[in-house]
């Protein structure tokens, strides 16, 4: 069975950094392009970050360029968002998820496009 495995939320200060971690078990995480998603408290779920199956290619949303960098090691099935200088506004349940891209360089970022997701890890972020 595919698992989705989020670890690395918790309770931070604005300016402060968080490393969130993605463990895939029971799939081909080498074939699958990845993504980050969030979704705060009374809002629709929302593309964070995204990357290729090689790692070559990635995409962010603008809220978040130049701050979070997606990041994967496909010998360790696992997938990071480095979240840098955080802010209020990133508060939220933040997930991984994953496709099979059958070797494709694509990046996806609607939430559509994927097939497995994990459970979510809380980040909040105090002012």
């Known amino acids: 069975q595919v698992q989705l495995v989020e670890s690395g939320g918790g309770l931070v200060q604005a300016g402060d950094s968080l490393r969130l971690s993605c463990v895939v078990s029971?799939?081909?995480?080498?074939?699958?392009?990845m993504g980050w998603f969030r979704q705060a408290p009374g809002k629709q779920r929302e593309s964070v970050a995204a990357?290729?199956?090689?790692?070559?290619?990635?995409w962010y949303a603008d809220s978040v360029k130049g701050r979070f960098t997606i990041a994967r090691d496909n010998a360790k099935n696992t997938v990071y968002l480095q979240m840098n200088d955080l802010k209020p506004q990133d508060t939220a349940v933040y997930y991984c998820?994953?496709?099979?891209?059958?070797?494709?360089?694509?990046?996806?970022?609607?939430?559509?496009?994927?097939?497995?997701w994990g459970q979510g890890t809380q980040v909040t972020v105090s002012s």
């Open positions: 998820a994953g496709r099979n891209t059958y070797y494709s360089e694509s990046v996806y970022s609607d939430e559509i496009e994927y097939d497995y």
């Open positions: 990357i290729s199956w090689s790692g070559d290619s990635t």
């Open positions: 029971g799939g081909t995480f080498s074939n699958w392009a």
